[in-house]
């Protein structure tokens, strides 16, 4: 069975920094393209960052680009974004979610976790 | 970036009756090398992660049940539940995953209910 479980999420402040964590299991994690999708309170569905198998194609969102970071530890079955300089905007629910196609991105997502909350406020 | 918009932006369908979303993309998500619409649906229900339905703008995902159809083609896609029931109460969203370099972007969101 395919779990994703984020982690990582909490209460911080404007101009912070933040970790997130999303483990694997139930499929060949290198095999997959990964993301982060983000909701905030009430609102849709922002796509914020995607990662494909080996970490050669790397893609954000406009709103993120040059604050976060998205990785993935194969060895470790694990996805991790670093998000940086956090704005109350950035406050959301974010998902960690698999690609469904193997290797690239340009797929749609098959599996996603029950994501982890980020409020950014003073 | 590709603008997905979605209508109408609620929806209230007696059971039983068809329910139909519509999603509309700025630019065309077909892709002419494989004559693929690069388009998803999703449904979300209340606390729960969005559920992939149909993927390749008609393609519906293993388990989704049959009264769920997608169509469309460019950048007018339908998604279309052929007789509501209770438990299809849902946010659905369209997805386009086309752009290159990845930019993907979701529709606005068609919140379903019953009447």
């Known amino acids: 069975e395919v779990q994703l479980v984020e982690s990582g999420g909490g209460l911080v402040q404007p101009g912070r920094s933040l970790r997130l964590s999303c483990a694997a299991s139930g499929f060949t994690f290198d095999d997959y393209a990964m993301n982060w999708v983000r909701q905030a309170p009430g609102k849709g569905l922002e796509w914020v960052s995607g990662i494909n198998w080996n970490s050669v194609n790397i893609a954000y969102a406009d709103s993120v680009k040059g604050r976060f970071t998205i990785s993935r530890d194969n060895a470790k079955n694990s996805l991790y974004l670093e998000m940086n300089s956090l704005k109350p905007e950035d406050t959301a629910l974010y998902y960690c979610a698999k690609d469904r196609g193997l290797y690239g991105l340009g797929s749609p997502f098959d599996y996603w976790g029950q994501g982890t909350l980020v409020t950014v406020s003073s | 970036d590709i603008v997905m918009t979605q209508s109408p932006d609620s929806l209230a369908v007696s059971l039983g009756e068809r329910a139909t979303i519509n999603c509309k993309s700025s630019?065309?998500?077909?892709?002419?090398?494989?004559?693929?619409?690069?388009l998803a649906w999703y449904q979300q229900k209340p606390g729960q992660p969005p559920k992939l339905l149909i993927y390749?703008?008609?393609t519906r995902e293993s388990g989704v049940p049959d009264r769920f159809s997608g169509s469309g083609s460019g950048t007018d896609f339908t998604l279309t539940i052929s007789s509501l029931q209770a438990e299809d109460v849902a946010v659905y969203y369209c997805?386009?995953?086309?752009?290159?370099?990845?930019?993907?972007?979701f529709g606005q969101g068609t919140k379903l209910e019953i009447k």
């Open positions: 630019q065309s998500v077909l892709h002419s090398s494989n004559n693929k619409n690069y």
């Open positions: 997805h386009q995953y086309y752009s290159t370099p990845p930019m993907y972007t």
């Open positions: 390749w703008a008609s």
